[in-house]
DNA sequence: CTTATAAATGTTATATTATTACATACTGTT
DNA sequence: AACAGTATGTAATAATATAACATTTATAAG
């Protein structure tokens, strides 16, 4: 069971503008979207983007500098994340493969260190892009 | 079989510092610390970064924007990364191990698209700060 | 050896991404 | 109403990365 999140005014508009979005955003690309609502400020987004990923509404696409809406209905995993792009595209989408993520949750290395979260960004071409 | 190749001037220079170096270190720390060497300019830094990435030599660690030496003696896995980073004393290092990379090389999900490369990066405490 | 080509370098300027610092206002408790 | 926590507004600046152009060095083919 999750908490349920209410968004504040910038983190409305902003989540908004994103899960609208087709793709992943960049933080400049969005805050020249919201400048028409009154959002000025580079750290107005970057505020709002922030608390978005620590409450699992948004990814950051660590490879492209950019945020994704998450696209797991419940957002459950948002400390567990696995993406798929493509490299001519630049196309992404979130992978929800329960076996993917058993494995990886569970995944412990000689070490010994047992991790809390993890990150995966898989690359290639995707199925248009591939047939081009 | 990997093929060897000759570092130019600064790419030799730029590896041998991150290779000495104990955790990964950033395109400007770099840049800083060989200012003596006469590399003067940050894109001669990202120049030599791109080329050693490209070849294998070191990797990035998107997360944190920082560059690291293969620990791979090999360098044959620069398309397939595994990283294992504390969230408190930021030291990070490269998980080998070959299950988990078969398992992600072979990895395809729903939709069918096949991944050419792969980065994974690991989050949580390691040994010695978990015990703080 | 020389010519062609690719790779690497040097340099200046600038673009892009992200944070610090500080003042103010809103929201939900007790 | 008073408090604590969260969010906002604003200006300045730090940190990360690339564009554009001129030149030089390395590599391979004839």
């Known amino acids: 069971m999750q908490k349920e999140h209410?968004?504040?005014?910038?983190?409305?508009?902003?989540?908004?503008?994103?899960?609208?979005?087709?793709?992943?955003?960049?933080?400049?690309?969005?805050?020249?979207n919201v400048q028409k609502k009154g959002i000025k400020a580079p750290l107005q987004v970057y505020r709002a983007l922030d608390k978005l990923v620590e409450i699992g509404k948004i990814h950051k696409i660590e490879s492209r500098n950019a945020f994704i809406a998450c696209q797991n209905s419940s957002c459950q995993?948002?400390?567990?994340?696995?993406?798929?792009?493509?490299?001519?595209?630049?196309?992404?989408?979130?992978?929800?493969?329960?076996?993917?993520?058993?494995?990886?949750?569970n995944f412990s290395d000689s070490s010994g260190m047992k991790y809390s979260?993890?990150?995966?960004?898989?690359?290639?071409?995707?199925?248009?892009?591939?047939?081009?």
């Open 77 to 105: 995993v948002s400390k567990a994340t696995a993406f798929s792009i493509c490299e001519s595209c630049e196309n992404v989408s979130e992978i929800s493969n329960s076996k993917l993520s058993k494995y990886l949750s």
């Open 6 to 32: 209410n968004l504040s005014k910038n983190q409305k508009i902003i989540f908004d503008l994103i899960d609208k979005s087709r793709g992943p955003m960049k933080a400049y690309s969005i805050l020249f």
């Open 117 to 132: 979260k993890y990150n995966l960004e898989f690359f290639g071409l995707c199925k248009k892009c591939k047939s081009k």
